[in-house]
T-cell receptor, first 113, second 116 residues
């Protein structure tokens, strides 16, 4: 069984600063994929970024980047130049060989002006 | 807009009742997933359908059932409702769901169910 751990229930960040959201995972499968989703207060889940377990480079998508440390089983999301619209809940998710997508508990980010 | 449509957006009902949640996937997507989001359990995978057939099952209660119709829309039926069933129910879709680890899920806006 796979497990995804997000230890930060809530974080505050100043506008224009960077914030790192932690995610650790546990899986025995050699191949897996890691996802980050954003859930704003309106409720919908928005895909942000993907990292494959065999990808050589850390994934980046605009202001989002993933700090992937495979040996430590960690996939932290970095949001650079935070904006007020980044205030939301952020979920780390893992898919391995059973193809089910399992989510962590989430981290709430509040961006302050 | 993800292209996944869920109705209704809000549902208020009483204990013991039965409700049906509806989901239309993105055009071209064959897989539909149902997730339950509650404060104490987080986001829990319930069930996946692919092209009308059940593909994977998660933590779905026996009181809950789902199906995917020939036009690929899906319905989640919740019966004998209890207070603890109050949650946000998400539908998601993807092209297939088992052809690649990188396959993204696109989520609908959810149905907020309140059982009183």
């Amino acid at each position: 069984a796979q497990k995804i751990t997000q230890t930060q229930p809530g974080m505050f960040v100043q506008e224009k600063e960077a914030v790192t959201l932690d995610c650790t995972y546990d899986t025995s499968d050699p191949s897996y994929g890691l996802f980050w989703y954003k859930q704003p207060s309106s409720g919908e889940m928005i895909f942000l970024i993907y990292q494959g377990s065999y990808d050589q480079q850390n994934a980046t998508e605009g202001r989002y980047s993933l700090n992937f440390q495979k040996a430590r089983k960690s996939a932290n999301l970095v949001i650079s130049a935070s904006q007020l619209g980044d205030s939301a809940m952020y979920f780390c998710a893992l898919r391995s060989n059973d193809y089910k997508l399992s989510f962590g508990a989430g981290t709430t980010v509040t961006v302050r002006a | 807009d993800s292209g996944v449509t869920q109705t209704p957006k809000h549902l208020i009902t009483a204990t013991g009742q039965r409700v049906t949640l509806r989901c239309s996937p993105r055009s071209g997507d064959l897989s539909v997933y149902w997730y339950q989001q509650s404060l104490d359990q987080g986001l829990q995978f319930l069930i996946q359908y692919y092209n009308g057939e059940e593909r994977a099952k998660g933590n779905i209660l026996e009181r809950f059932s789902a199906q995917q119709f020939p036009d690929l829309h899906s319905e989640l039926n919740l019966s004998s409702l209890e207070l603890g069933d109050s949650a946000l129910y998400f539908c998601a879709s993807s092209v297939a769901g088992f052809t690649g680890l990188n396959e993204k899920l696109f989520f609908g806006s959810g149905t907020q169910l309140s059982v009183l």
